[in-house]
């Protein structure tokens, strides 16, 4: 018996449902990849809250400094550091290691 496959109520081949399903995945990773970001760029601002103070007497709105400094700090070696301990602690959940106390990831990984 032939399996059958829906995409938004239709019902379509595997092949286009395993792309639909890999579309949905990369969606939600980007999504998750973005609120990693954020959370980021919202600690550092708190730690650092002077960066906002040469802002004081400008003419520019808020969003457009928080803009301008979030695309500042997406740039940063912060940022870089952030993402990738993200996608080591995304992979150690994938393979099933227990992060950041285990000693083999601890061990293997230097930049934990």
Not at 11 to 31: F, G, H
Request: proline share 2%; hydrophobic share 30%; net charge neutral.
């Amino acid at each position: 018996m032939k399996q059958l496959y829906y995409v938004n109520g239709k019902r379509v081949d595997i092949s286009t449902y395993a792309n639909a399903l890999n579309a949905e995945i990369a969606a939600e990773e980007a999504e998750n990849k973005h609120k990693v970001k954020i959370k980021g760029f919202m600690e550092y601002i708190n730690k650092n809250p002077s960066v906002l103070e040469k802002w004081d007497n400008t003419s520019l709105s808020s969003e457009t400094i928080i803009q301008i400094l979030f695309d500042s700090w997406y740039k940063s070696e912060d940022c870089k550091t952030l993402l990738n301990k993200y996608e080591h602690q995304k992979n150690d959940k994938s393979v099933g290691m227990s992060h950041p106390n285990n000693y083999m990831c601890s061990f293997i990984c230097l930049t934990c």
